[in-house]
């Protein structure tokens, strides 16, 4: 199987985490792209010039992370990230953490391609969304030993907070939260997905 990524796409590294914790490395091969342009492997996998796309031996092409996270876990359910037991409250913030990572992404291609007014209300809507997210994330985090796909959504999409908008004081506002994102940040899967500094 082949997965199209790019270094700094929240969506992506998602998937690339799911596929540390899973152990799939040598299942899973990396095809790093750049989205923005296009380039043909990718659109013929996925016509919508996004990542993560994932293509199977067979050709089939699995696009959208929840929709190829829900595959693997499938095909491969251990480690199980989806717990039948834990199942409501995975999807509880696997919820938030995927609609944080959608606003996130959404302020910053707003800001990269369209001109900047004064007053943005697209813009004001999803920094109001994000800070009305944080403390309801920080609500339902508990100490973790093996993260489900829930806990790895959330680290991702607050990990994305401080890579883009470091200026959001989140940490400030929730330093118990920032300290469940520190502990889980330090696992392999997380450390080697990171994205580059500069």
Not at 18 to 32: G, N, V
Not at 109 to 135: G, H, M
């Amino acid at each position: 199987m082949q997965l199209f990524v790019s270094p700094t796409s929240p969506f992506a590294r998602l998937v690339r985490v799911i596929r540390l914790e899973k152990a799939l490395a040598d299942e899973i091969s990396l095809e790093w792209v750049d989205p923005w342009a296009s380039p043909d492997p990718l659109t013929r996998a996925n016509p919508y010039s996004q990542v993560p796309a994932l293509q199977l031996a067979d050709g089939t092409t699995i696009v959208d992370s929840l929709v190829i996270a829900s595959f693997l876990e499938s095909r491969f359910p251990e480690p199980a990230l989806m717990p039948p037991a834990t199942a409501a409250a995975v999807h509880h913030k696997l919820g938030l953490g995927k609609v944080l990572i959608d606003a996130a992404v959404d302020l910053v291609i707003t800001k990269r391609f369209r001109p900047q007014p004064d007053s943005d209300p697209i813009l004001d809507r999803r920094l109001a969304a994000i800070e009305r997210a944080v403390p309801a994330i920080a609500g339902c985090v508990t100490p973790v030993e093996q993260p489900d796909l829930g806990d790895i959504a959330l680290a991702v999409a607050l990990a994305y907070l401080d890579f883009r908008f470091p200026d959001i004081e989140w940490r400030v506002a929730q330093p118990g939260l920032a300290r469940w994102a520190d502990e889980l940040g330090q696992r392999p899967a997380l450390m080697e997905t990171r994205p580059p500094t500069s």
